[in-house]
């Protein structure tokens, strides 16, 4: 069984910058369909970015659109998320997802299509 666990979470100010990652466990991260997502308080958990399993390919949310990268090491079995250029409304815990049910070169973005994910990092902006 897969398991995510994501860190790189933190405080920052308005402005600043974080690197989040997500290592997964087994020998086939190379193959699986990635994502993030976010989740903040009161609210349902939102995509941010995806990647498929080359890296060649990647999706993001309008909001984070030349704020945020995804990117991945195969070799490594880690998923990054760069954040920059960070505003409160980036306030959230962020989620790693993995589609790990079929071998696909397909990108995903929708919340239903990951069967397997992280427990979460927090992220804090403020002001």
């Known amino acids: 069984q897969v398991q995510l666990v994501e860190s790189g979470g933190g405080q920052v100010q308005t402005g600043g910058s974080l690197r989040l990652s997500c290592v997964a466990s087994?020998?086939?991260?190379?193959?699986?369909?990635m994502g993030w997502f976010r989740q903040g308080a009161g609210e349902g958990r939102a995509f941010v970015a995806s990647?498929?399993?080359?890296?060649?390919?990647?999706k993001y949310a309008d909001a984070v659109k030349g704020r945020f990268t995804i990117s991945r090491d195969n070799a490594k079995n880690t998923m990054y998320l760069q954040l920059n250029s960070l505003t409160p409304e980036d306030t959230a815990v962020y989620y790693c997802?993995?589609?790990?049910?079929?071998?696909?070169?397909?990108?995903?973005?929708?919340?239903?299509?990951?069967?397997?994910w992280g427990q979460g990092t927090p992220v804090t902006v403020s002001s």
């Open positions: 990647i498929n399993w080359t890296g060649g390919s990647t």
């Open positions: 087994g020998r086939t991260f190379r193959t699986y369909p």
């Open positions: 997802a993995a589609r790990t049910s079929t071998v696909t070169a397909a990108l995903y973005y929708w919340e239903s299509a990951f069967d397997t």
